[in-house]
Nanobody
Framework: VQLQASGGGLVQAGGSLRLSCEASSSGSTFRDFTLGWFRQALGKEREFVAVIRSTGGRTYYADSVKGRFTISRDNAKNSVYLQMTGLKPEDTGVYYC???????????????????WGQGTLVTVSS
């Protein structure tokens, strides 16, 4: 499975961006994956942003983005999205999409649980 992330760019604080991530996977396999977004700021560790589960499509968010970001998926298009609103300078970083199977609830926020990763797309929020 290969993941291709896109949609990053430069935006002013308070603005919005929509990230997309498309997988090169058959539809029956893609829908079985838990899909997540992580980000990494310069000089910092990669951190969890949001996740959407395969079964039921339940979503979970980091506290720092809750209420501002929305993760969604379209299994017919083998894609996952991250709608970001109310962007802040601290949201700046490289955003990565990730996919994994069989991830238990308590481990959804851990990057090591995800098998497949996109190449990252840079989001820069100016103040």
């Amino acid at each position: 499975v290969q993941l291709q992330a896109s949609g990053g760019g430069l935006v002013q604080a308070g603005g919005s961006l929509r990230l997309s991530c498309e997988a090169s996977s058959s539809g029956s396999t893609f829908r079985d994956f838990t899909l997540g977004w992580f980000r990494q700021a310069l000089g910092k560790e990669r951190e969890f942003v949001a996740v959407i589960r395969s079964t039921g499509g339940r979503t979970y968010y980091a506290d720092s983005v809750k209420g501002r970001f929305t993760i969604s998926r379209d299994n017919a298009k083998n894609s996952v999205y991250l709608q970001m609103t109310g962007l802040k300078p601290e949201d700046t970083g490289v955003y990565y999409c990730a996919a994994g199977a069989g991830i238990i609830l308590s481990s959804l926020r851990y990057a090591a649980q995800y098998t497949y990763w996109g190449q990252g797309t840079l989001v820069t929020v100016s103040s």
